[in-house]
């Protein structure tokens, strides 16, 4: 697979695409921007799953330049939907390895200014991993994407090794619940409590409280008495590529 990733970045990024999972406003009931994923589809293999892949793109190295080029493609379309939603967002995962082993913010921000995006435009999802490695790399990555105005995320909260500390040191603008969470907050009294408390405390601390893994209605019911201020899930639809996404969601009424 690794020899199939590299033939593909060498053959300008062929099989590999975006695709897009609409983040709503529930409360305004209204589409605010979308995540943005990364798909693999080998020739010789078929499509390879991103929890296969990102690893074997991070041990290679591949992930620099997959990464440029994924963040090129995501501002490219988050620029073309703008145009019809104005404060329209992309929200973009990056890893580890493409912060220490690259300067992503520098890169970010000369696609921003040769696409005329303005920072508040892109949102950054780090898992609070990055904060267990306390180098220096780290560091400057978050001073940086911080004076460049750009989001920041705080995703799959409520797994691993979550903890309040990092809610106050990584000064995350968005805190995504995890999906996992969701599910057992939907099914678990003592989660919902929990996600209540956590829910609570976010919005105490001034950040925005998005909740992922929204299946169903009644899913979307209960989470809304959180009062969410983002939402994503299946309910509104599967990850999509472009042109679907805009047929969905954009190019409506
Ligand atoms: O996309 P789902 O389809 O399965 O994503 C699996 C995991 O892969 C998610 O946790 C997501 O954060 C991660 N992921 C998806 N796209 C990207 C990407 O472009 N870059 C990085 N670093 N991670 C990604
Ligand atoms: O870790 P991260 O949240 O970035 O992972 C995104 C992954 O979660 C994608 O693979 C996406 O397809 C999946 N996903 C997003 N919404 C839902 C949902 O409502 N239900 C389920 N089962 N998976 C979801
Ligand atoms: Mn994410
Ligand atoms: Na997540």
């Not at 508040?120 to 978050?142: C, G, Y």
């Not at 040191?169 to 968005?174: G, N």
Request: hydrophobic share 40%; proline share 5%.
């Amino acid at each position: 697979i690794t020899n199939e990733l590299h033939s593909a970045v060498n053959h300008g990024f062929r099989g590999f695409s975006i695709i897009f999972q609409p983040v709503m406003d529930i409360q305004q009931d209204k589409l605010i921007g979308a995540e943005v994923l990364i798909r693999f589809a080998s020739k010789k293999f078929g499509p390879i799953s991103p929890a296969e892949f990102i690893p074997l793109l991070e041990t290679s190295g591949l992930i620099i330049p997959t990464g440029r080029w994924f963040m090129r493609e995501a501002i490219t379309a988050c620029r073309k939907i703008r145009m019809q939603i104005p404060d329209f967002r992309v929200s973009i995962n990056v890893s580890q390895v493409q912060i220490t082993k690259s300067d992503i913010i520098t890169d970010l921000i000369s696609e921003m200014n040769a696409s005329g995006l303005p920072p508040a435009a892109i949102a950054i999802e780090l898992t609070e991993s990055i904060l267990l490695e306390k180098n220096e790399k780290a560091q400057n990555f978050l001073k940086e994407l911080k004076q460049a105005g750009l989001q920041l995320a705080l995703d799959d909260f409520g797994t691993g090794y979550s903890n309040f500390h990092y809610l106050s040191e990584l000064h995350p603008d968005i805190v995504k619940i995890d999906r996992g969470f969701t599910s057992k907050a939907i099914t678990d009294k003592k989660e919902y409590y929990l996600l209540n408390q956590f829910s609570n405390m976010i919005h105490n601390l001034g950040l925005k409280l998005c909740i992922e893994g929204i299946e169903t209605e009644d899913e979307l019911q209960k989470m809304k008495l959180l009062k969410p201020d983002y939402c994503q899930g299946f309910y509104w639809g599967q990850p999509c590529p472009y042109d679907e996404f805009r047929k969905h969601f954009v190019d409506v009424d």
